[in-house]
């Protein structure tokens, strides 16, 4: 059974960081591509970045104006893939979920097409 358990959230001021965890079982984890997508409150889900376990490509994306704050990255022995998130502005306020794309593997067409595998999501509050 795939399973997907986030980690890492809370309540961060605006300018500080967290780094979120993703960890990961029932798969071949370098196999696979993981992505993160969040969530606002009123808003529908975007992808924010993904990375292919393998190769350790990378993708982010342009709309979630998180390059340059955001870097992904991922430890294979540990079947966990992170986001450190930095200079965290109000607007990153959200659900922060992982997803995994067991086929394709592309970091971008996770991140913009979505996926069938999710995580529970962990909450992300930055404070203006």
């Known amino acids: 059974e795939v399973q997907l358990v986030e980690s890492g959230g809370g309540l961060v001021q605006a300018g500080g960081s967290l780094r979120l965890s993703c960890a990961a079982s029932?798969?071949?984890?370098?196999?696979?591509?993981i992505g993160w997508f969040r969530q606002a409150p009123g808003k529908e889900r975007e992808g924010v970045s993904g990375?292919?376990?393998?190769?350790?490509?990378?993708?982010?994306a342009d709309s979630a104006s998180v390059k340059g704050r955001f870097t992904i990255s991922r430890d294979n022995a540990k079947n966990t893939v992170y986001l450190q998130m930095t200079s965290l502005k109000a607007e990153d306020t959200a659900v922060y979920y992982c997803?995994?794309?067991?086929?394709?593997?592309?970091?971008?067409?996770?991140?913009?097409?979505?996926?069938?595998?999710w995580g529970q999501g962990t909450l992300v509050t930055v404070s203006s």
């Open positions: 997803a995994a794309d067991l086929y394709v593997r592309c970091p971008q067409n996770l991140v913009v097409a979505g996926t069938d595998y």
């Open positions: 029932g798969f071949t984890f370098d196999d696979s591509a």
């Open positions: 990375i292919n376990v393998g190769d350790g490509s990378t993708y982010y």
